[in-house]
């Protein structure tokens, strides 16, 4: 059984930064892709970045892009997501998840096409 463990939230000030980490059972590169998605309460979940493990290519959403890295240590089979300049909206629960099938083109999954997910890890942005 496929295992994905997060660790590294908690709560920081606005403009503060924290590293979030994922941990899998297995290698990531037997997976197609490791995306990062987030839940604020009352919300749905919702896509953060994306890494195709074919090229490494990262993707990442419109309100992130600039602020967020996503980074992978395949030795250690983990992936990262750094967060800078974080903002109250950026609040929320922290999930990573894994898929095995390929898509056309190298792109990031849907939610829905994404077979393992970990237990989350909560994020607070607040002063």
């Known amino acids: 059984q496929v295992q994905l463990v997060e660790s590294g939230g908690g709560l920081v000030q606005p403009g503060g930064s924290l590293s979030l980490s994922c941990v899998t059972s297995?290698?990531?590169?037997?997976?197609?892709?490791i995306g990062w998605f987030r839940q604020a309460p009352g919300a749905q979940r919702g896509g953060v970045s994306c890494?195709?493990?074919?090229?490494?290519?990262?993707a990442y959403a419109d309100p992130v892009r600039g602020r967020f890295t996503m980074s992978r240590d395949i030795a250690k089979n983990t992936v990262y997501l750094q967060m800078n300049g974080l903002k109250p909206e950026d609040t929320g629960v922290y999930y990573c998840a894994a898929a095995k099938f390929p898509e056309a083109d190298n792109v990031c999954p849907e939610i829905y096409d994404y077979d393992y997910w970990g237990q989350g890890t909560q994020v607070t942005v607040s002063s």
């Open positions: 297995g290698k990531i590169t037997d997976f197609y892709a």
């Open positions: 890494v195709v493990n074919a090229d490494g290519h990262v």
